[in-house]
């Protein structure tokens, strides 16, 4: 890894926009909102922290960060753009499901009594949205998009509807609708910069799936769209509603654990799910998925090519292959270039955005990474295996993080400071540091013993009956529920609901386009590097990736 005092000068081709491009409007403020979340709210368990010197030490109570929610406020009208794995998910947050979906739900509890999710998703507050269009260029989603949007009761196999959202063959179509109010785009990543440019443009407020963009020019394209407009944005990073983040958030910033100079994320994943290889739907193929439309016009894909090109980049896109249809391309587009930003824009982005929040992170002054496709042999192009290190010398202080996707070994976020270190998965673990200045009376007393986890707080997590292992890898680091006023929540749910309610009360959501914009440099910068095989490197003046 090349020093961080050396100078580098070639920057990356097309990085920033032409000022011809850009447009000279007034920039909305950027106020972040907390989201809806309480930090100390929720009573523990008797079995979360036994220690009474431990919780008179780090247990203090933290201001609620809870959103308010405006009794009455206006109905808005939804287009959802992209009803796949993560865009159903999205709806059932919202409160729509497929009457398949309640069903199964119904039959997991007769199944399992001490299985609550249908009860859960039937007592979910009334977000009082309407979702009024739909598109998916795969003829099955679309269809049961229009199932889940019309279930306003929440009904099984069954049911019979007389009002059902307009279902559009191109996304345009729906952004056009002046019955939409905001859209929520839960498409592959090639398209995410393009739709959010676009939604901006017409005035429609915009929820999208993380990572923000798919390539470099484009994230100050998409920044300028989002602030040059009056919409309000929110990127998918449901983290920013855990509660044990916000607890080690305020910890951190109270000095409990002292300078902090290391943060370790990982990913570690054994399972092809796990790694993208998702089922081929039996009904993908030529005559039900619109290709062309997926894989984008060829002004578009020539732009992208040219590119990748300039920053000798080609070999890892695969042009020819655009012109036939493939299903493995179509369900399992994450594994390669061509639509993804592989580990470091779809699972690193998760870690970086928790630590961000906590930490308030910024975007890094330089990036090295390192992998390859060490176990899936598939023709994929990402890498299945990545090590990457995020250098932040304004504050001292490094990030690594580790993914590999051919083991399960579980590793917690790890943020360590001088006196103690805070270990984050389902729980908030905290272990002294056995040279901490803070804590070295307790210690020399035989009150604290170092190196174990001294301090705990879970927020009462409850893991049942989730479908796949990918749902148990997020579940297990704490991102799938949260805990309000001693109620458990959907984090997505949680997360939808505050943009909605930044939408009616104008305000601006916690992750808006300013911390979109951070996560989505950081990770570029990473997956650069990568690709590259140097240091990169963020002139903050200049606002500008460049080379080492």
């Known amino acids: ?33 907390l989201g809806a979340m309480a ?3 929720y009573k523990k368990k008797t079995t979360e922290n036994k220690n009474h010197l431990a919780g008179s030490i780090f247990n203090t109570e933290a201001k609620p960060a809870v959103m308010d929610v405006q009794p009455g406020g206006k109905k808005i009208r939804i287009g959802i753009i992209g009803y796949g794995g993560r865009g159903s998910y999205l709806m059932q947050a919202l409160g729509f499901a497929t009457p ?31 979702i009024t269009g739909v598109c998916d ?6 269809k049961n998009a229009v199932l889940a949007g019309a279930n306003l009761k929440r009904e099984g196999k069954g049911a019979k509807f007389t009002k059902t959202p307009t279902v559009y063959k191109n996304y345009r179509e729906l952004l056009a609708a002046p019955d939409i109010d905001a859209v929520i785009i839960g498409t592959p990543d090639h398209w995410h910069g393009t739709m959010i ?40 990073h449901q983290g920013r509603q855990i509660e044990i983040n916000h607890r080690a958030k305020q910890m951190i910033a109270e000095g409990m654990i002292g300078k902090v100079t290391l943060v370790e994320v990982t990913t570690n994943r054994n399972d092809p799910n796990g790694a993208w290889v998702y089922d081929i739907h039996p009904e993908g193929n030529p005559s039900t998925i619109d290709w062309k439309q997926y894989e984008g016009d060829p002004q578009r894909i020539k732009e992208y090519m040219d590119y990748m090109t300039s920053a000798g980049l080609a070999k890892y896109v695969g042009p020819d292959a655009r012109d036939k249809f493939s299903p493995e391309r179509f369900f399992r587009w994450r594994c390669w270039w061509d639509y993804s930003t592989g580990l470091s824009g779809d699972l690193f982005t998760h870690e970086y955005d928790a630590m961000n929040h906590i930490l308030n992170l910024g975007i890094p002054a330089s990036a090295s990474s390192a992998g390859g496709v060490y176990f899936f042999k598939d023709g994929r192009t990402v890498p299945d295996v990545l090590q990457s290190t995020f250098l932040f010398d304004d504050q001292d202080l490094c990030l690594n993080y580790s993914a590999t996707l051919a083991s399960q070994n579980e590793r917690p976020r790890i943020i360590m400071g001088t006196d103690a270190t805070i270990e984050l998965g389902g729980t908030l673990n905290v272990k002294v ?79 808006n386009i300013q911390a979109a914009f951070e996560e989505a440099i950081t990770a570029h910068m990473g997956t650069r590097a990568y690709l590259e095989g140097r240091t990169m490197y963020w002139d903050k003046d200049k606002r500008v990736i460049t080379r080492g």
């Open 1 to 33: 890894m090349s020093p961080n005092n050396n100078k580098p000068t070639d920057n990356i081709p097309e990085n920033k926009p032409s000022e011809g491009r850009r447009n000279a409007l007034k920039t909305l403020a950027t106020i972040p909102v």
């Open 39 to 41: 930090y100390g709210v």
């Open 100 to 130: 398949e979906y309640i069903s199964n739900l119904k039959e997991l509890t007769k199944n399992d009594p001490d299985n609550t999710r249908y009860k859960d998703f039937l007592e979910q507050d009334d977000l009082n949205v309407e």
């Open 137 to 142: 260029i795969f003829e099955v989603n679309a």
């Open 197 to 236: 440019i676009e939604a901006a443009r017409v005035g429609k407020h915009i929820y999208v799936e993380k990572p923000l963009t798919w390539t470099v020019p484009e994230t100050y394209l998409v920044e300028e769209a989002v602030k040059n407009s009056n919409v309000v944005f929110q990127l998918g």
């Open 433 to 511: 540091d056995p040279s901490s200045k803070k804590y070295r009376d307790k210690i020399d007393q035989g009150l604290i013993k170092p190196g174990e986890v001294f301090y705990r707080y879970a927020s009462g997590k409850s893991i049942d009956a989730l479908s796949s292992p990918t749902e148990k890898y997020f579940a297990e680091r704490g991102l799938l529920f949260s805990y309000v006023g001693g109620k458990r929540y959907n984090t997505t749910f949680l997360h939808l609901r505050e943009w909605l309610e930044c939408i009616r009360q104008d305000k601006q959501p916690s992750c």
